[in-house]
T-cell receptor
Framework: AQSVTQPDIHITVSEGASLELRCNYS??????LFWYVQSPGQGLQLLLK??????LVQGIKGFEAEFKRSQSSFNLRKPSVHWSDAAEYFC????????????FGRGTQLTVWP | DVKVTQSSRYLVKRTGEKVFLECVQD?????MFWYRQDPGLGLRLIYF???????EKGDIPEGYSVSREKKERFSLILESASTNQTSMYLC??????????????FGSGTRLTVV
C-alpha cells in the first residue's frame, strides 16, 4: 500500500511567486514526516522534519511545512521562490518502529521561470 | 565534510557482468540502505541493513545482493547486470534509537548504465 502520495508530478512557478507542494500519507498513528530536496545529479538533502509538537515546522532555505492530522497531509511551502529552488522534492514518512526505514513519495519536479 | 561516500558517480558495465557498488559512512550509523531511483517511480528500497552481517530485503531485491562486513561499509552487488538495472543508485544511512529522528544522510548517488 502506498504510504506517501505526492499528487503533483511537475509544478512550474515564476520566480518570486509562492509555492506549495502537496504530500499526503497513510498511517494510523502519528508519523514521522520529512521533506527532502534533490538537485540534478545529486543525492537528497533534508529540508525539514516533523515528529511532534508545533505543527508548523521551519526548515532550511526558507521552507516550511505544516502537519495536518485531519487531512493526513504535510505540505511544503515557501513564500517566494528563487531560481535556485528548481529541483525535485520528495516527501517521506517513517512509520513507528521500522528500524529507520523511510517510505518516499514519487517526487515533485519544480521548474522556476525567471 | 562528506559523510556518506559512494565510490563511483558514473559506471558503465556490460550485460552479464558482476557489478559492485560501494558505500561508506563515517558517522557510526547502524542502519544503511540502498535505493534505486527511476524517473516517475521515486525511490525504491532494494536492501537495508541494521547491523554488521545483517540484511533485510526491501521492495525490489530481485537481481541484487548486499554485503555488510564492517559497520561503515555497505555494498550492493548486481550478480549479473541487465539493461533494466540501468538506474541511479542511492545509498543512505541513519542512526538507531533517539538519533533515528535525524533522518537519512544520503550519498551523492551512482548512475549505472548497463549496455
Amino acid at each position: 500500500a502506498q504510504s506517501v502520495t505526492q499528487p503533483d508530478i511537475h509544478i512550474t512557478v515564476s520566480e518570486g511567486a509562492s509555492l506549495e507542494l502537496r504530500c499526503n500519507y497513510s498511517y494510523g498513528a502519528t508519523p514521522y514526516l520529512f521533506w527532502y530536496v534533490q538537485s540534478p545529479g545529486q543525492g537528497l538533502q533534508l529540508l525539514l522534519k516533523y515528529f511532534s509538537g508545533d505543527t508548523l515546522v521551519q526548515g532550511i532555505k526558507g521552507f516550511e511545512a505544516e502537519f495536518k492530522r485531519s487531512q493526513s497531509s504535510f505540505n511544503l511551502r515557501k513564500p517566494s521562490v528563487h531560481w535556485s529552488d528548481a529541483a525535485e522534492y520528495f516527501c517521506a514518512v517513517r512509520r513507528g518502529s521500522t528500524l529507520g526505514r523511510l517510505y518516499f513519495g514519487r517526487g515533485t519536479q519544480l521548474t522556476v521561470w525567471p | 565534510d562528506v559523510k556518506v561516500t559512494q565510490s563511483s558517480r558514473y559506471l558503465v558495465k556490460r550485460t552479464g557482468e558482476k557489478v559492485f557498488l560501494e558505500c561508506v559512512q563515517d558517522m557510526d550509523h547502524e542502519n544503511m540502505f540502498w535505493y534505486r531511483q527511476d524517473p516517475g517511480l521515486g525511490l525504491r528500497l532494494i536492501y537495508f541493513s541494521y547491523d554488521v552481517k545483517m540484511k533485510e530485503k526491501g521492495d525490489i531485491p530481485e537481481g541484487y545482493s548486499v554485503s555488510r562486513e564492517k559497520k561503515e561499509r555497505f555494498s550492493l552487488i548486481l550478480e549479473s547486470a541487465s539493461t533494466n538495472q540501468t538506474s541511479m543508485y542511492l545509498c543512505a544511512s541513519t542512526a538507531q534509537g533517539g538519533r533515528l529522528n535525524y533522518g537519512y544522510t544520503f550519498g551523492s548517488g551512482t548512475r549505472l548504465t548497463v549496455v
